[in-house]
């Protein structure tokens, strides 16, 4: 079925005047869509009711409901969503010091078999998901953010379930309502795409008019060692990929983002630490280090904190900008790497947000 929020904004308007209707009135319903994020045609409150009527059947609103959440010590909160078939998808709200970041699924778990992933580990692959399901996890997080802690949900990061390139045009086409000023507003500055290197698909990320920010799971600077954990290094060697990446017109201000979660014993020597350098030289990077969450779903373990502090001074005293990232969320498993759609905690009240 084809739910009216996946149509593009230009069909969406076409189909509205088709039905006899005005230029005003399309935008209007645009409005009601893609600003404010209804989910019922009940409550485009200046739209007239036999017109609701109208389109309620012939052209359903995405169905999106939030299942349970689980809040974590330091702010975080996990939601668990149900869709339309039932399936469902995470999303997270994290917060840090002032600052609220939302990260977002891009499909119903994952193909791309990442053998560190409690995603793709616990639930496979089972879809993609379509454009508004990208969107209406955004708007959501919105809302709450805004309900919640009267704050701005001011960055988002596409690192939930699912590689958000191997699901290019509805990751796309999410965009389009997620960066337009007259929708949801976000600056291409405030969004990363969060890629395990689907070499193919990044091109097609940097055709956008104002690209976003680009961020690349590395994970280990020795080519079997990565294929081992990250299976998508078979079709795309490291090599490639790294090449590509030197390659990029990057914004002047911009940086890609080059992703390393560090596990105990897998790719946290300092040796890999001298590979890693040495590969990444020429590519206008940072770095983030993620410190393994450990899962019931695999058995990868943490690092030792010493061995993560070493991996970083190693890169600092070499002249790479690295990171260690915060853990949020850990405690609900919201942490990177955790989300497996298997949020239990208290199941909400059936919310049909009115927003
Ligand atoms: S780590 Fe990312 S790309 Fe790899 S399987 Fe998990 S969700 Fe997919």
């Known amino acids: 079925m084809k739910f009216i929020d996946n149509l593009s904004v230009a069909e969406l308007q076409q189909i509205i005047k088709s039905n006899g209707e005005s230029n005003y009135r399309a935008d209007q319903i645009v409005e009601w869509l893609f600003k404010r994020g209804v989910y019922s045609y009940d409550q485009m409150s200046n739209i007239p009711l036999p017109l609701r009527d109208k389109l309620s059947t012939r052209y359903p609103i995405t169905p999106f409901k939030e299942v349970s959440r689980e809040s974590s010590l330091d702010g ?48 496979g692959f089972k879809r993609n998901l379509t454009p508004a399901e990208i969107f209406k996890q955004v708007q959501y997080l919105r809302n709450e953010a805004d309900k919640l802690f009267n704050t701005r949900l001011s960055n988002l990061v596409f690192m939930g379930m699912g590689e958000p390139l191997d699901n290019i045009d509805s990751l796309l086409q999410a965009l389009d309502i997620i960066l337009n000023d007259n929708y949801l507003g976000f600056s291409h500055r405030k969004v990363t795409v969060s890629t395990s290197g689907y070499l193919k698909n990044i091109d097609r990320l940097y055709r956008m008019e104002t690209p976003v920010n680009l961020a690349v799971s590395i994970n280990s600077p020795r080519q079997s060692v990565r294929k081992d954990i990250m299976p998508i290094s078979n079709k795309y060697p490291l090599e490639e990929l790294v090449k590509k990446l030197k390659t990029l017109e990057l914004d002047k201000r911009k940086r890609i983002t080059l992703e390393y979660i560090l596990i105990d014993g897998v790719n946290d020597s300092l040796e890999d630490a001298k590979l890693f350098v ?74 049909e947000a009115d927003q």
């Open 278 to 351: 040495k590969l990444i030289k020429g590519i206008k990077a940072k770095v983030n280090l993620i410190i393994y969450n450990s899962s019931e779903f695999t058995d990868f373990k943490e690092p030792d904190p010493k061995v993560v502090e070493k991996f970083q001074n190693y890169l600092i005293a070499n002249k790479v900008s690295a990171f260690i990232r915060k853990r949020l969320g850990k405690d609900i498993s919201a942490a990177c790497g955790q989300l497996s759609g298997a949020t239990k905690l208290q199941e909400t009240d059936s919310q």
């Open 76 to 123: 975080t909160i996990k939601f668990l969503f149900e869709l339309s078939d039932g399936e469902r998808i995470e999303s997270v709200l994290l917060k840090d010091g002032d600052r609220f970041t939302g990260c977002i699924s891009s499909q119903v778990g994952c193909r791309m078999g990442c053998t560190f992933c409690a995603t793709f580990m616990s639930i």
